[in-house]
C-alpha cells in the first residue's frame, strides 16, 4: 500500500514537472519569438529612418559640390581674355573672384592645354610651372572637356589629404584651351565637415566613401580618413554598396561590429554617403524588454 501510493506521488511530481517544463519551454520560446519579430520590425523601421536622413545629408552635399562646379565654370567663362593676354593677366583676374577662396579651403589653379600650372591661389602653394596633366580630373578636362571631381588622393610634398574639383577653359569656338581646378584640404575644416562632424545617436557616425577606390574619404571618426575598405570578397555587404546599393543593412564593420547602415548616392561625384550605428544600441530596448521578460518567465 505504501508503495503503491509511493508510486502514485511519483507519477503526480513527473506530470507536475512535465507539465511546469512544457509551460516554461513556451514561456520562453513566445519570448524568443517576441524579440525576433519586434527586432526584425524595428530594424525595418530604424533602416527607414536612417535612409531618410542619409538621403537628405546626401542631397546637401550633392547640391554643395553642384554649386561649387557651377562657380568654377562661371570663372573658367570668364577668363578666356585674360588667358590671351598671359599668365599676369590670369593670375590678376583670378585673384579679383572672391567667391571661389569660400568655397576651396586649398585655393585653386588654372592650367593651360597641355597641363601645366599658370596661375595660382595662395600663391605660396607652389603651383605654378607645374604639370597637372597626371591627375585625373586635369586629364579629363583637357582631353575630355568633361567637368569632374578627382579622386581624393594625398598631396606627398605636404602628407594632406586633398580632393580636387576642375572644369574645362574654352576659346569662342569651344575648343578646350586650358582648366580651372579648385582644391579642399580634408585635413582642415571644410564643407564636408558640417555634414560628417556629428554623431548618431550615442554611437552610431557617418561617412563619405568614394567606392571606385573603396576608400573613405571622410568621416565622423577622423582615424578613418582616407582609409581603404576591406578587399573585394571580405565583406559581402560593404561589397554591394560598393557596388551601387542605396538602401539600409546590418552587417559586421572593419572593427568587427555588427551595425545597421544605411547608404545614399551622392551622382555629383559618384561618391556614397553613409550612416551606421552599432546594434547593440539601435536594439538595445528589445535586449532589456527581453531581459525582463526571461526574468518574468523565470519567477
Same mark, same amino acid.
Given at each position: 500500500?505504501?508503495?503503491?501510493?509511493?508510486?502514485?506521488?511519483?507519477?503526480?511530481?513527473?506530470?507536475?514537472?512535465?507539465?511546469?517544463?512544457?509551460?516554461?519551454?513556451?514561456?520562453?520560446?513566445?519570448?524568443?519569438?517576441?524579440?525576433?519579430?519586434?527586432?526584425?520590425?524595428?530594424?525595418?523601421?530604424?533602416?527607414?529612418?536612417?535612409?531618410?536622413?542619409?538621403?537628405?545629408?546626401?542631397?546637401?552635399?550633392?547640391?554643395?559640390?553642384?554649386?561649387?562646379?557651377?562657380?568654377?565654370?562661371?570663372?573658367?567663362?570668364?577668363?578666356?581674355?585674360?588667358?590671351?593676354?598671359?599668365?599676369?593677366?590670369?593670375?590678376?583676374?583670378?585673384?579679383?573672384?572672391?567667391?571661389?577662396?569660400?568655397?576651396?579651403?586649398?585655393?585653386?589653379?588654372?592650367? *593651360?592645354?597641355? =597641363?601645366?600650372? &599658370?596661375? %595660382? $591661389?595662395?600663391?605660396?602653394?607652389?603651383?605654378?610651372?607645374? #604639370?597637372?596633366? !597626371?591627375?585625373?580630373?586635369?586629364?579629363?578636362?583637357?582631353?575630355?572637356?568633361?567637368?569632374?571631381?578627382?579622386?581624393?588622393?594625398?598631396?606627398?610634398?605636404?602628407?594632406?589629404?586633398?580632393?580636387?574639383?576642375?572644369?574645362?577653359?574654352? *576659346?569662342?569656338? =569651344?575648343?578646350? &584651351?586650358? %582648366? $580651372?581646378?579648385?582644391?579642399?584640404?580634408?585635413?582642415?575644416? #571644410?564643407?564636408? !565637415?558640417?555634414?560628417?562632424?556629428?554623431?548618431?545617436?550615442?554611437?552610431?557616425?557617418?561617412?563619405?566613401?568614394?567606392?571606385?577606390?573603396?576608400?573613405?574619404?571622410?568621416?565622423?571618426?577622423?582615424?578613418?580618413?582616407?582609409?581603404?575598405?576591406?578587399?573585394? =570578397?571580405?565583406?559581402?555587404?560593404?561589397?554591394?554598396?560598393?557596388?551601387?546599393?542605396?538602401?539600409?543593412?546590418?552587417?559586421?564593420?572593419?572593427?568587427?561590429?555588427?551595425?545597421?547602415?544605411?547608404?545614399?548616392?551622392?551622382?555629383?561625384?559618384?561618391?556614397?554617403?553613409?550612416?551606421?550605428?552599432?546594434?547593440?544600441?539601435?536594439?538595445?530596448?528589445?535586449?532589456?524588454?527581453?531581459?525582463?521578460?526571461?526574468?518574468?518567465?523565470?519567477?
Amino acid at each position: 500500500m505504501n508503495f503503491d501510493i509511493f508510486q502514485l506521488r511519483s507519477i503526480k511530481a513527473r506530470v507536475t514537472l512535465f507539465s511546469l517544463a512544457i509551460f516554461l519551454i513556451s514561456i520562453w520560446s513566445l519570448t524568443f519569438y517576441a524579440s525576433w519579430i519586434l527586432r526584425g520590425d524595428m530594424e525595418s523601421m530604424l533602416g527607414e529612418q536612417q535612409l531618410s536622413i542619409v538621403s537628405a545629408i546626401a542631397s546637401d552635399i550633392n547640391q554643395d559640390l553642384t554649386d561649387r562646379l557651377t562657380a568654377l565654370d562661371a570663372v573658367a567663362k570668364s577668363i578666356l581674355p585674360a588667358m590671351q593676354k598671359g599668365s599676369a593677366a590670369v593670375q590678376a583676374l583670378i585673384e579679383q573672384r572672391p567667391i571661389l577662396p569660400t568655397m576651396f579651403n586649398a585655393g585653386f589653379f588654372v592650367t *593651360d592645354v597641355d =597641363g601645366a600650372a &599658370i596661375a %595660382s $591661389l595662395p600663391v605660396s602653394a607652389g603651383r605654378v610651372g607645374r #604639370n597637372y596633366i !597626371d591627375q585625373d580630373h586635369v586629364a579629363a578636362a583637357l582631353k575630355e572637356g568633361k567637368s569632374t571631381s578627382g579622386r581624393p588622393h594625398i598631396v606627398k610634398a605636404r602628407n594632406t589629404p586633398v580632393f580636387d574639383i576642375t572644369v574645362p577653359i574654352r *576659346d569662342a569656338q =569651344g575648343k578646350v &584651351i586650358g %582648366s $580651372l581646378t579648385g582644391a579642399t584640404n580634408l585635413a582642415i575644416p #571644410n564643407f564636408l !565637415d558640417r555634414n560628417t562632424d556629428r554623431k548618431y545617436g550615442k554611437t552610431g557616425g557617418y561617412a563619405i566613401v568614394a567606392p571606385q577606390q573603396r576608400l573613405v574619404i571622410t568621416a565622423t571618426d577622423k582615424k578613418h580618413m582616407m582609409q581603404p575598405l576591406p578587399a573585394i =570578397g571580405i565583406n559581402p555587404q560593404i561589397d554591394r554598396f560598393v557596388q551601387g546599393y542605396e538602401g539600409s543593412a546590418v552587417y559586421t564593420n572593419p572593427r568587427g561590429e555588427e551595425a545597421l547602415v544605411s547608404a545614399k548616392g551622392i551622382p555629383a561625384a559618384g561618391w556614397y554617403f553613409g550612416v551606421q550605428l552599432p546594434t547593440k544600441e539601435a536594439f538595445a530596448p528589445i535586449r532589456a524588454m527581453w531581459q525582463r521578460m526571461l526574468i518574468v518567465a523565470l519567477f
